[in-house]
């Protein structure tokens, strides 16, 4: 729901103009228990693109750098039934590897863009990457406002639930938006501070994770 709030800061975003509250989702039909139609994200035709080059060169772009300051990927499977263990995703290997190579703290992120096929992918998520401790996924989530206009920007966007799941380019939508927010180009939802960002990307049937740190020059 909060991200679909965001969503309607974004014109790109595929339910731009059509907010949702709780009740919509717990009334929208069961797909897969205990997943709604609601907390499954809708596919579409989308494209996205970045940029990278030296910081030499980004600094003497019009825009405030966004630089890559850890990175970590890590896989584990390829087929789900060969998983070796369904509570504790490759997430937890790869934003180890990212923080710990830019140095930085869970806390001091600004900006959260949580890879979200599923709502549940949220909260696994968010507690395979440190952010709260095993099993505190759904408090984490609740207690928070993870709008733009909140204390805990998540998806502000409107992730993928909220912009559409545009093939390769859905993921790639959250460092996007990582990217926009540091430079502070992201219209109406553009957050009053933004110099660390968490990204990650999700891939196969949580099979094989990417988590990237972004930080403002």
């Known amino acids: 729901v909060q991200e679909r709030f965001n969503a309607q800061a974004n014109p790109d975003a595929m339910f731009y103009g059509k907010p949702i509250d709780v009740q919509d989702v717990m009334e929208s039909r069961r797909v897969a228990d205990p997943l709604k139609l609601l907390e499954i994200v ?54 180890e590897k990212a923080f710990s190579m830019a140095g930085a703290d869970r806390e001091a992120v600004d900006f959260a863009g949580i890879y979200d096929c599923y709502t549940i992918t949220v909260a696994i998520t968010i507690e395979d990457a440190g952010f709260c401790a095993t099993g505190q996924g759904g408090a984490c989530i609740d207690e928070p406002d993870l709008t733009y206009e909140g204390d805990w920007p998540l998806n502000t966007h409107g992730g993928q639930l909220g912009m559409g799941q545009g093939g390769s380019a859905g993921g790639l939508s ?10 502070g180009r992201a219209g109406d939802r553009q957050l009053p501070k933004c110099d660390v960002a968490y990204t990650n990307g999700t891939g196969g049937m949580l099979a094989e994770q990417v988590a990237v740190i972004l ?3």
């Open 174 to 183: 959250h460092l996007t938006e990582a990217v926009r927010q540091i430079q």
């Open 42 to 95: 809708m596919p579409c035709f989308g494209g996205g693109g970045v940029i990278v080059t030296t910081r030499e060169r980004a600094e003497r772009t019009p825009h405030r750098p966004a630089l890559v300051t850890g990175f970590g990927e890590h896989l584990t499977h390829k087929s789900i039934t060969y998983a070796p263990d369904l509570l504790d995703t490759p997430i937890r290997v790869a934003a």
């Open 215 to 217: 930080e403002g020059a």
